[in-house]
């Protein structure tokens, strides 16, 4: 085995076997501590929840128990007056989703992964949602791993939200792109004893580049105002769980993050308040589940 590496400054380029403990043992790092948590029993999520759709508040995901969930992917609704969205205040829009991510907390194993897609809105002033998500997230408890920016230019279509045309009265900028925020409860790590990866060799070179290229979906196509790609969750699930793992998406919307979590041999439980998305979700599952396999609740009504 080679020798490893350690730099006097970060960002070297050799990574094989880098020693990376002078760097996390500096003052940066020094009030910066790891959360862990005690290292809790995972919980089986029982039977009648495997695959399930659950019409109901994230914000009290009951039916779930504690550590039983290993990865979390969700898009959020963004409050801006679509046409799933309540008018909240921004308070209380944060307020919504922090309690949705407390439960998420509670219910992810330790190791669990958690990934949030969200865009920045506005101009006048721009709202940061990644930042105000990150901030709750880790005040929350989970540990920040680190964003993903969504490079959707290449279907973005032409923009015409210029502000002041060859001006600098006022220019706009024109968003291209959202972020995908990830983070862990408790260890970094998951055992992988016992467990099937399904991520290829060159899947796993791409996809821990911090930018992905990805077309956005047709709201049109799909039936819902604001979906994201099946690419998307398919390669956060290959990236960041196993072969037989609960994927959860508490703003299950269209159903997207069910359906990769299916055709990556995963299984999901998901949540939404609306009954018409429950319903979408439910047709889009349909030619991956037989009539017995796809359940649907209203009981969290």
């Known amino acids: 085995m080679k020798k490893g590496t350690k730099t006097s400054s970060f960002g070297t380029s050799c990574r094989i076997n880098h020693d990376s403990s002078e760097f996390y043992s500096s003052k940066l790092y020094s009030t910066l501590k790891t959360k862990k948590i005690d290292k809790e029993t995972e919980n089986k999520l029982p039977a009648e929840l495997v695959n399930k759709l659950i019409l109901g508040s994230a914000e009290n995901m009951k039916e779930?128990?504690?550590?039983?969930?290993?990865?979390?992917?969700?898009?959020?609704?963004?409050?801006?007056?679509k046409e799933y969205d309540k008018?909240?205040?921004?308070?209380?829009?944060?307020?919504?989703?922090?309690?949705?991510?407390?439960?998420?907390?509670?219910v992810l194993v330790n190791g669990g992964?958690?990934?949030?897609?969200?865009?920045?809105?506005?101009?006048?002033?721009?709202?940061?949602?990644s930042d105000y998500i990150s901030k709750i997230m880790i005040e929350i408890g989970f540990n920040m791993r680190g964003e993903i920016i969504w490079n959707k230019s290449s279907g973005a279509g032409i923009s015409t939200a210029w502000g002041s045309w060859k001006s600098a009265s006022n220019p706009i900028?024109?968003?291209i792109h959202e972020y995908i925020l990830i983070f862990s409860k408790g260890d970094y790590n998951r055992s992988a004893k016992g467990k099937e990866n399904?991520?290829?060799?060159?899947?796993f070179i791409e996809l821990t580049k911090s930018i992905w290229t990805i077309n956005p979906e047709s709201a049109k196509q799909i039936g819902h105002p604001a979906p994201f790609p099946e690419e998307l969750p398919y390669r956060l699930i290959q990236l960041y769980s196993f072969k037989g793992d609960i994927v959860l998406d508490p703003f299950i919307g269209s159903g997207t993050t069910a359906v990769s979590a299916?055709?990556?041999?995963r299984k999901f439980v998901g949540y939404d308040i609306n009954e018409e998305y429950i319903t979408l979700a439910e047709k889009r599952l349909k030619p991956f589940l037989s009539q017995n396999e796809l359940k649907f609740s209203n009981e969290n009504k």
């Not at 008018?87 to 509670?106: P, Q, V």
């Not at 992964?113 to 949602?129: E, F, S, V």
């Open 113 to 129: 992964r958690a990934c949030i897609n969200i865009a920045n809105i506005g101009r006048k002033p721009y709202i940061p949602l």
């Open 198 to 203: 399904t991520i290829t060799k060159n899947q």
């Open 64 to 81: 779930l128990p504690d550590n039983s969930i290993h990865l979390m992917i969700t898009s959020p609704p963004y409050n801006v007056k």
């Open 262 to 265: 299916l055709k990556s041999d």
């Open 87 to 106: 008018d909240l205040s921004l308070n209380e829009y944060l307020h919504l989703l922090e309690n949705s991510f407390k439960e998420t907390y509670r």
């Open 173 to 175: 900028l024109r968003d």
